[in-house]
């Protein structure tokens, strides 16, 4: 019998890992309209309890869009973590800088 691929080993991820993936995989869609060259990316921090929210953007890229890009991910944290009921102790860091 063939050995199992080191990719299907059995994984399950923390709560804050989850909700790193959960947020990576929606957040796109909020800010479609925006500005695609803008990049956000949350990290889970080694703490257990914070999201990092990483946003990369070329320079000259307007700050209003840049800030509304943070506050919706502010945002998405916020109602993500209530409906897993993680809310009290959820945290979220913002990481940003230019390309």
């Not at 019998?1 to 947020?23: K, V």
């Not at 991910?73 to 993680?86: L, Q, S």
Request: aromatic share 12%; with cysteine; hydrophobic share 35%.
């Amino acid at each position: 019998m063939a050995e199992r691929a080191p990719g299907f080993e059995d994984y399950t991820p923390s709560r804050l890992e989850w909700l790193a993936i959960e947020l990576n995989s929606f957040f796109p869609y909020i800010n479609v309209q925006s500005n695609n060259e803008i990049n956000t990316v949350f990290i889970p921090k080694e703490d257990g309890k914070t999201l990092v929210l990483m946003v990369r953007y070329p320079e000259g890229t307007d700050s209003n869009i840049i800030q509304e890009y943070i506050q919706n991910g502010e945002e998405c944290v916020k109602k993500f973590a209530e409906i897993h009921k993680w809310d009290s102790w959820v945290k979220i860091e913002i990481d940003q800088d230019q390309k």
